[in-house]
Structure formats: C-alpha cells, structure tokens
C-alpha cells in the first residue's frame, strides 16, 4: 500500500527528523511503501502582542546598552552560536533531509491509500512558530487518502483555552471527528481529543522509542570519553542553570558537550548528523537537558539524565516523566541537580517498558493501515 506521512519532518531540528525517520522505517517495516506529504502553511494565530515603546525612548535604551563591556560579551557569544547553528542549518537541509526522501519540491495533496499524521506536535496550532503556522492540513482538511489516521500526535502546549480563546474549537473538532483512528503521545493531547469527538483516542509513544536505530548507529563513533550531554535550545539555559551543571561535571571529572546547538558555557560542541548524535547520547555518562526529545534519547539508551520543565513544554514532558515512572529525574530546583544526576535508572525495567510500547505502536499501526 502507499503510505504518505505528515509530520514535521522539515523542521531542522534532531527530534523532528528522528521522529520522522523512525516511523517511516516502522511502517516500510510492515510492507508498505513511505513517502513524506508536505502541508501548506498558513498564518500562526498567535503574534506578538507587545506594545512599541517611543522610538526615542527605545534609541536611548539602545545606547545605552550597546555601549556597556556586558553586552559586548554577549554579543560575541551569540554571533558564534549563531555561526553555529547556520552551518548546524544548512548540513541538515543539504544533506541530512535528503536521507528522509524529501526534496525541495513540496508534496502537497498526493494520491494516498493511507495518511498517518504525525507524531511530533502536529496539533500544535497555537504555537507563534511561522514555518509552522496554522494548517488545517494538519488536521486532515482536503486530504487526497482513502483513509486518515494519526500516530502519537500531541498539542504540544494547545490547550482547550486556547482554542476557546482563538474560536478554533468547533473547527478543530469537526476535522478530528473524520479520523478513522486518532492516536496522541500525552495525556494533554488525549483529553483534548475525547473532549473535542467524544472518542477515546490510542496512546502511543514516540516513534524514536520504537525503532532501534542500531543499523544506522552501529558505525557512528563518539570520539570523546567522561562527557555529560547538555541537550538545549539556544538561550534557555539561564545562568544559575549553566553554573550548577558545570560544577556537577568538574565534582565528577566530566566534560560538557553540546550538539547542534552550541550552548557557549559547554567545553565542547559537535555539528553531527542525526545518527552520530545518537552515537553520543548512547555513550554519554549523563545527560542534562529541557526538551522532549532530549528526554527520549535519554529513555531510549537509558542514560542518567536531569530534565528542565519549561512552561511551553510541562504537557508533554511531565506525562512522558509519567509514563516511564521517571518523575524522579524532573529538576524543580537547579540545586536538586546532583542528586537527580545520581540516583541510577533501572535499565532492564525501561528496556521491558520499551518492548511493551513497541509492541502497541505495531499493532496499532498494522490494524489501521491494514
């Protein structure tokens, strides 16, 4: 059969492309052919509400602070993250999204046996991010498939204010309804659903966590040894935050390492392809991080790790902490880190715990597709 898969698989970011990857070989697992279906982006319901400040007030402030040795500092510091993240940016468009099958031409609207939305937060649509936008696409609307399914779909931080509070309820509602099954990854996501259909969607995990990856891994080397992993995006490790995870690696004679994105008070950082990041977290002694998909890979190789909880993202990273009993491993305190960084994981429960989701996302997978 052919299979088309909607999901966010041209963002640059490690998450969105594992994720993407990790399904697509799943389903190419069970016989079917894979092909990646774009959507057409549309205008992000939420802008930017701030006020404009007098210009002259806003020149003077501007002065001010472009004068002073701080911000000089800073300013230094981000125009090499930012050189980073440009050659992070365009090793991933060049030669990384290729591996997925996708081109520069977009596919929109292919003639489909099957469509599988998701995962990643493909129902994230109060989100400020313009290359997503808002697109009922994502939610199925003019699909050219015989039938219309999604896989561990999240809302990401939507939630039914949200919707309430843009008029987008009923509409998101009466496009969920013509799924012919609906499969979320967070409990957010699943009161969501059964609040706007009726129904009890599937719950799923991540397609990182249910494909293995070894093939693809097995030749990829970490070339450093005594490291911690600090998995971020670019400016939201604040300064206590830095401090703590510094002095936690020196107490124990490791090293820091930041991926893809630099995180300028780490002693290393390394521009890798996908599968070599994984290589590094796979041979990482810890991990410290404020993303989901940091967290999974920690999950995945069962890696000691510590995980930030930030308001845009608690939803999903407080059920994913649940699902696993690793609600242990949150920081609520950046000086709760070294006892979090120590206590030990029980890695042969997570390796069973991981089996059984795999399990249940194959089957799920072959009864709707079939």
């Not at 494909?211 to 490291?227: G, T």
């Not at 410290?288 to 999903?316: L, W």
């Not at 249940?360 to 079939?370: G, H, P, T």
């Amino acid at each position: 059969m052919k299979i088309g898969i909607m999901s966010m698989q041209r963002i640059i970011n490690y998450g969105s492309f594992l994720q993407a990857y990790g399904l697509k070989k799943t389903i190419e697992s069970l016989g079917h052919e894979v092909d990646f279906v774009d959507y057409s982006i549309g205008e992000p319901l939420v802008g930017s509400n701030s006020e404009s400040a007098p210009k002259t007030c806003k020149l003077l402030r501007l002065a001010k602070v472009v004068f002073s040795r701080d911000y000089r500092e800073k300013r230094n510091v981000q125009l090499c993250e930012n050189r980073a993240f440009a050659a992070f940016s365009s090793a991933f468009r060049n030669e990384w999204l290729p591996w997925l099958g996708i081109s520069d031409t977009r596919n929109l609207r292919p003639e489909l046996d099957v469509l599988v939305i998701g995962s990643d937060e493909v129902f994230n649509c109060t989100q400020k991010n313009p290359y997503v936008g808002y697109s009922l696409e994502l939610f199925g609307k003019n699909h050219n498939a015989k039938k219309l399914l999604s896989y561990a779909a999240s809302f990401g931080s939507t939630t039914l204010e949200k919707l309430n509070e843009y008029n987008k309820t009923e509409e998101i509602a009466e496009c969920l309804r013509k799924f012919d099954a609906v499969s979320v990854r967070d409990n957010n996501s699943h009161s969501l659903v059964k609040h706007l259909t009726g129904a009890e969607p599937t719950d799923n995990v991540d397609p990182v966590l249910i494909y293995n990856f070894d093939k693809e891994v097995r030749d990829r080397k970490a070339d450093l040894k005594d490291y911690i992993i600090v998995y971020a995006y670019s400016g939201r490790i604040n300064a206590d935050e830095a401090k703590a995870i510094q002095a936690f690696a020196r107490k124990h004679n490791k090293r820091t390492l930041s991926i893809g994105v630099r995180q300028s008070f780490t002693d290393e950082y390394v521009c890798v392809d996908p599968f070599t990041m994984l290589a590094y977290f796979k041979n990482a002694d810890f991990v410290v991080t404020d993303t989901f998909h940091g967290t999974v890979f920690s999950i995945k190789y069962q890696i000691p790790f510590a995980t930030i909880i930030r308001d845009s993202n608690k939803e999903k990273l407080s059920d994913l902490l649940s699902k696993f009993n690793l609600t242990d491993r949150r920081v609520n305190d950046i000086s709760d880190l070294e006892s979090i960084l120590s206590k030990e994981l029980d890695a042969e429960l997570l390796k069973k715990m991981l089996l059984e989701y795999s399990k249940d996302a194959v089957d799920y997978l072959k009864s709707n597709i079939e």
